[in-house]
């Protein structure tokens, strides 16, 4: 079947462990927009702020820094980002137990899509939950 349905019907949402958004950036020309809307989430976010990657990792064919978040902020967060990624791409995807399908057919692209490397993404994992946010929010979104 298609369209995320199976012979017993459609998925359950409770699938749905936690968030990540990937935001993308060009190291030569747009990291300093990058560190201001990795700043700006973090005044205004309860997130865990992961590492910057300046090379490939992983799936990602291009220089990204990883947002994890809990399944709660997501209604306030991804629009937020909707609105203030600004030439940067962003991945959001579900984690579930399925790496692979959550990166490659249940995401949201905001900004233009860009490659994720299949096979560098197992089929099946542990269920990921959100990691215990780093960010101290200053400001309301």
Not at 125 to 129: D, S
């Given at each position: 079947?298609?369209?995320?349905q199976d012979a017993d019907g459609p998925r359950s949402t409770g699938e749905i462990a936690s968030y990540h958004a990937h935001i993308y950036y060009?190291?030569?020309t747009t990291r300093p927009e990058a560190e201001r809307l990795r700043n700006w989430i973090g005044e205004r976010f309860s997130?865990?702020?992961g590492r910057?990657?300046?090379v490939k990792v992983g799936p990602h064919d291009q220089a990204m820094?990883?947002?994890?978040?809990a399944r709660e902020i997501f209604p306030e967060f991804v629009p937020w980002l909707m609105l203030n990624h600004g030439r940067l791409s962003v991945l959001v995807h579900p984690n579930t137990t399925n790496p692979r399908r959550d990166h490659l057919d249940d995401p949201i692209w905001i900004g233009p899509a860009l490659a994720v490397r299949a096979?560098?993404?197992p089929e099946h994992?542990?269920?990921?939950?959100a990691p215990a946010p780093n960010t101290h929010p200053v400001h309301r979104p």
């Open positions: 079947m298609t369209g995320g060009d190291p030569a997130v865990t702020l910057w990657h300046d820094y990883q947002v994890a978040f096979e560098k993404l994992a542990e269920m990921e939950p």
